[in-house]
């Protein structure tokens, strides 16, 4: 018997059918709580026209931003997805919120582990979804997944779109080419996998901070997959005090280990130039030498975040708040909009 609600996009298209092969957790050493909708009998699966994507969110003490995360997921206007999320034991108020949303977050689980990579794969175990979205707790999903979920037409291929990062004001991702994979990857954030990836692969746990880069260049390498662009901003996302951009030297440690693993002699030029980074890193200039060449650059990037304020726009996000995720006047962004009505658009 299929239950609907449209309030909210993890609750219209539930049913209590068992999925065939949904697997469940087992019990874990100190596990504090689980619950969700799951455990109240309700589930999820695809349909001819909607695909169930799954939305991955890994959390620990991050009560300060989650809800922010949580909200934008259930906000969807795409209703068939699929909530998960693995907390590490938080002890800070984040319990709180999972409590609080338990009705409408298909499974969580609040429990020590060994780590962000380990909560990954153990969430992926569970996930009934066709397609998987990993976002940080700290991130914000935009009201993308109509969109993403129109591209989805081939489980061969890793989709991604785009993500606005928050502290650089800057857009990251884009039609790549392989060099650009081999050299900073693409922000899991934006991606869409297939399910089938993780069949015969998971997160390499012995990486702490990159095993996603190192997840996008074995599927790139062994050829297995496609990587498809399509131009949508998919997430909002926290550069600012996110474990990679707070732990700098331990991710350009890692960059390399993953480089010489996946690329081998390839992998020279670029371990090379992230030694150089490490050493202006150890002696502090690289901040100094950054601002220095920041005012050629930002003339530029105004005229990036107008259309990055227009794209979120686009999507349905507010004009001022729109003008506050990218730092513009207010006045600046609703000219755009004013001119947008002036064409017609």
Request: charged content about 20%.
């Amino acid at each position: 018997m299929p239950l609907h609600n449209p309030t909210y996009s993890t609750i219209n298209l539930l049913t209590t059918r068992l999925p065939d092969g949904l697997k469940e957790l087992p019990p874990g050493i100190g596990r504090v709580a689980e619950g969700g909708l799951r455990t109240k009998g309700c589930f999820k699966t695809s349909t001819d026209i909607k695909p169930l994507i799954s939305i991955i969110v890994v959390v620990l003490n991050r009560a300060h931003c989650f809800e922010s995360c949580i909200q934008s997921i259930l906000g969807q206007s795409y209703d068939n997805v699929e909530f998960i999320v693995i907390d590490g034991g938080s002890t800070d108020g984040t319990l709180d919120l999972l409590y609080k949303y338990s009705d409408k977050i298909d499974y969580w689980v609040s429990e020590p582990d060994q780590g962000l990579y380990y909560a990954m794969n153990k969430a992926v175990e569970i996930a009934s979804g066709d397609w998987f979205n990993f976002i940080g707790s700290d991130d914000v999903l935009l009201n993308c997944l109509t969109t993403v979920a129109a591209q989805l037409q081939n489980n061969q291929a890793i989709y991604y779109g785009e993500v606005y990062g928050i502290g650089k004001k800057r857009t990251y991702n884009g039609p790549f080419k392989a060099r650009q994979l081999y050299s900073r990857g693409l922000h899991q954030q934006g991606m869409f996998y297939p399910r089938s990836v993780f069949s015969t692969r998971s997160y390499n746990v012995t990486y702490s901070i990159a095993a996603d880069w190192d997840l996008n260049l074995r599927c790139y390498i062994e050829g297995s997959y496609q990587f498809i662009y399509f131009q949508c901003l998919v997430a909002i996302y926290n550069d600012i005090d996110g474990l990679s951009s707070k732990e700098i030297r331990n991710t350009m440690r890692e960059w390399r280990s993953i480089t010489r693993n996946r690329l081998g002699l390839m992998s020279i030029f670029f371990t090379a130039r992230w030694s150089f980074m490490n050493l202006l890193e150890i002696l502090n200039i690289r901040t100094p030498l950054k601002r220095l060449f920041s005012g050629w650059l930002e003339s530029g990037r105004e005229q990036e975040n107008l259309l990055v304020a227009k794209r979120l726009i686009e999507q349905g996000m507010p004009v001022e708040e729109a003008a506050g995720v990218v730092g513009l006047n207010l006045n600046e962004v609703r000219t755009i909009v004013s001119d947008q009505k002036n064409c017609g658009v």
